[in-house]
């Protein structure tokens, strides 16, 4: 069970639109549509974003957005804000009531 | 509002049991609703799933750390518990516990994240 991959970094400037990429494997991110992303600012908790691929929690932005493609998950945020500068987390569901996250992405509002 | 605490000894000595607490309040950790997780985190690092508990009969651990690790509930103290045995400088991260959602496949509230650093 090896971590998801994500990018190291990301970066936009306020306005635009961003995309990290989660790349899984067939038993993982390819096999299920059970991905969540997570954001975390600097010394606080992991905030839920996504969860089931693209469905939001009640009070997420709807500037963020979930796909799936094969084995790759992606997290879009759109109209970026400085608020929105935190490390994001993929996670996926890994069969055998298992989880497996990702390396973190450190989103960098220019 | 469903809230979550952990606490527990801050720093572990090398070969011994790190143990960590989840205070759970706003909902009853019994209400079989939800799963209850682990998850950790090294400085500057991802996150690790550790593994979660339905009840203390239902559990599952992330196949990597599973010999070492247990993970409890009392329901008395709407409390669930990890235990990590024969920890190493490598088990040195935030441990953050978590609630699982409406559905088990997410973590929806978390606690605040404790510091255990292993060293003698």
């Known amino acids: 069970q090896s971590a998801l991959t994500q990018p190291a970094s990301v970066s936009g400037s306020p306005g635009q639109s961003i995309t990290i990429s989660c790349t899984g494997t067939?038993?993982?991110?390819?096999?299920?549509?059970?991905v969540s992303w997570y954001q975390q600012h600097p010394g606080k908790a992991p905030k839920l974003m996504i969860y089931e691929g693209s469905r939001r929690p009640s009070g997420v932005s709807n500037r963020f957005s979930g796909s799936k493609s094969g084995n790759t998950a992606s997290l879009t945020i759109s109209g970026l804000q400085a608020e929105d500068e935190a490390d994001y987390y993929c996670c996926s569901y890994a069969g055998s009531y298992t989880w497996v996250f990702g390396g973190g992405t450190e989103l960098t509002v220019l | 509002q469903v809230q979550l605490q952990e606490s527990g000894p801050g720093l572990v000595k090398p070969s011994q049991t790190l143990s960590l607490t989840c205070t759970v309040s706003g909902g009853s950790i019994s209400s079989g609703s939800h799963y209850w997780s682990w998850i950790r985190q090294p400085a500057g690092k991802g996150l690790e799933w550790i593994g979660r508990?339905?009840?203390?009969?239902?559990?599952n651990y992330n196949p990597s750390l599973k010999s070492r690790v247990t993970i409890s509930v009392d329901t008395s103290k709407n409390q669930f518990s990890l235990k990590l045995s024969s920890v190493t400088a490598a088990d040195t991260a935030v441990y953050y516990c978590?609630?699982?959602?409406?559905?088990?496949?997410?973590?929806?509230?978390w606690g605040q994240g404790t510091l255990v650093t292993v060293s003698s």
């Open positions: 508990t339905y009840t203390s009969v239902s559990t």
């Open positions: 978590a609630r699982s959602g409406s559905s088990p496949y997410f973590f929806d509230y």
């Open positions: 067939s038993s993982d991110v390819g096999s299920y549509n059970l």
